[in-house]
């Protein structure tokens, strides 16, 4: 089968179409012909090298997120799967290719009305929204504001937010085109990456999810309210300063608090709940998906440069042969 693999770290160039032997699922998993692949950050990541010292090599099989039909299970697996529509997490890698593997733990089954590339924009987007969201402690008339809004993580989290109640959902992005389009997702206020921009926009936030990270990340502690929280659920610009929390104790007596998030700290069963419910709201319409665009799978190097560029909004999709 055709597959992706990342032959050389670094630039997307690096990235190359090649023939794989056909995937057999072993126990406990699932053979999926995908007929979306979610394209994310940590595949870029992976991609550039950054995430080598976690053991990942040349030659690896980037997408963590896919959504097709069921081929084949393994054993220990209920057969009444094989022909169904789901969604899967695969783990590190394995999706950009014709056909792949994933953890039968991790299926969700898609309903009506879902399309698979919504499901790859929805699924681990809304995952990490939902529960950085609860991570943060928000509740109904707080204020939140969202750091790098315009990613998938970012426009599922304006999303929830503002169907959970917030009095202000404040984002921070790159243009004025891109700031009208969140508006109409639920964003109230538009700002700038440095968080200026909107005179009538809240001083302070209870709650900021933090999908950027990078060298300015500690100048958002000056804009949590007393008791705020702020969540770090990405590191799209790097790791912040080694020093970043000396900011939040010079404010002190506002006691303030930070986190980290990661899904994987999150048990599978809770996971396939909260996506099965997001993929209800897709269906319902309550939730929006946002697909920049769908490539073919040969594509991926492209893909990768739109990405670079900052030029997507949304989540670009990749789409195998025949599909």
């Known amino acids: 089968m055709k597959a992706v693999a990342i032959q050389a770290f670094g630039s997307p160039e690096g990235m190359a179409v090649i023939d794989v032997p056909d995937p057999s699922p072993g126990a406990g998993q699932v053979l999926i012909t995908p007929a979306a692949i979610g394209v994310g950050g940590v595949d870029a990541m992976i991609r550039s090298g950054a995430l080598a010292a976690y053991g990942f090599k040349e030659g690896h099989i980037p997408g963590g997120e896919i959504a097709g039909t069921i081929a084949a299970v393994g054993d220990g697996v209920d057969p009444s799967w094989t022909g169904q529509r789901v969604w899967a997490f695969t783990g590190a890698g394995g999706g950009y290719a014709e056909q792949a593997l994933a953890p039968a733990a991790t299926l969700v089954p898609l309903p009506v009305g879902v399309s698979a590339a919504d499901a790859v924009t929805v699924g681990s987007s809304g995952a990490v929204a939902c529960f950085s969201l609860r991570h943060a402690r928000f509740v109904r008339g707080e204020s939140v504001l969202v750091r790098g809004a315009a990613g998938g993580i970012g426009i599922m989290t304006v999303q929830l937010a503002a169907h959970g109640g917030a009095t202000a959902v404040a984002v921070t992005t790159s243009s004025a085109e891109r700031g009208d389009r969140l508006r109409k997702l639920g964003a109230t206020h538009v700002l700038d990456r440095a968080g200026e921009g909107s005179q009538d926009a809240p001083a302070g936030y209870d709650v900021i999810i933090d999908i950027v990270a990078g060298p300015d990340m500690p100048s958002f502690f000056a804009r949590l309210n007393p008791n705020g929280r702020m969540v770090a659920v990405g590191i799209v610009a790097g790791y912040p300063p080694a020093d970043f929390g ?56 492209l893909a990768h440069q739109k990405m670079a560029t900052g030029e997507v909004f949304g989540r670009i999709v990749l789409t195998p042969p025949g599909v």
Do not use: N, W, Y
Not at 278 to 301: T, Y
């Open 246 to 301: 000396m900011d939040m104790f010079a404010a002190f007596q506002k006691s303030t608090s930070f986190a980290t998030f990661s899904t994987d700290s999150v048990a599978q069963p809770d996971r396939r709940a909260a996506i099965a419910d997001l993929f209800a709201a897709a269906g319902r319409g309550d939730l929006q998906s946002v697909v920049h665009e769908q490539l073919p799978l040969e594509q991926a190097v």
